[in-house]
């Protein structure tokens, strides 16, 4: 058996957005305590009523003996219920004032005779709830769902996006057989695709499923291929990259090519069309599924992907000899210009190959578009 289904990507479903608080599993059981008094309410803690959920709210000042100490230190010595790792996150998380202010540096110094406040955000459920999100589905049976995940669309909750996630979309989908299929904040998910990476997706409904996609994956017994669009023309046309991918020593929140300590990573790629000498689509087959790899090794290559927020910093040089206003709207691409155009692997029952290649969604073909000067073309799964 083999199934090929080519599909058009649909628009990016609507998402709530709301304010990253913690990592809130970190979490509810730990129990905090109110200082004596409070900047914002002069000590008395205001009770919003048996239904609302209460924002506890730690201050201390700090003493001309404590002047110049890091924030969470100096927090976490005055609040010895509070973890530093936790302290850290309120504060990234924009839980930290100062005289009204809010601080998101923990390293910055504080200042004797300033009032210091710690807000505690009230616990969530660390199990996601089901909602009504439109999925673009490709392939289902009682094992599996095979999906065209939209750019904009984070695969599972975490801090920062709570909910709105495909995993709460799967869950109304699928209904409550599927929770904690492979983990309750995870249900059925065997493999990512980053939130502005759109591209076709296996999620596992069975326990079966899940044990054996996450066989297939952590093997390498699957064809995963990418369509990506970045900036210069790569020499060789055609190769491979090798490195060792880790998180980045100078920011955690990215990741790097490490001379030693990462993992191993491996990226085949062929150029598939250029343009202007200064834009290149690329057809780039993953042997290892690292975090960030392709937008990772792309952009220590020196051709980093058109629009990554993250691995493109500065305007490349290969953007300098475009025309405006071909040169802005490259630059001003919402998203990093990466797509999962195919995928295939063994049907973890059966044993029957599966095979699935989706098309570009609109925002690619658009820019395809800009490039070769014409319309878009409907119907094309690779420009």
Known sequence: MRCTINTKSVAVPATISTPMTITAANNARMQTFLSPFDSHNSGVMQHLGPEVPQVQRLCAVCESAAAGERLDRFLAGKFPALSRSRIQALIAAGHARCNGKILQDASAPVRSGFAYTLEIPPPVSAKPAAETIPLQILYEDADLIVLDKPAGLVVHPAPGNPDGTLVNALLAHCGAEFAGIGG?????????????????????????????LSRAFAERRLRRAYWALCWGIPNPAEGVLFGLIGRDPRDRKRMAVLRAGGKPAETRYRTER???????ALECRLATGRTHQIRVQMAHAGHPIIGDPV?????????RSLPEPLRRQLLDFPRQALHAMELGFAHPRSGAPLFFRTELPDDLRTLCAVLEGTEPKPGRAFP
């Open 274 to 280: 250029v343009w202007h000498g200064s834009v290149a």
């Open 311 to 319: 691995y493109l910093k500065r305007i490349p040089a290969a953007a």
């Open 184 to 212: 309750e904040k995870r249900p059925g998910i065997v493999h990512r695709l980053d939130k502005d990476t759109s591209g076709v997706m296996v999620v596992a409904k069975t326990e079966l499923a899940h044990a054996a």
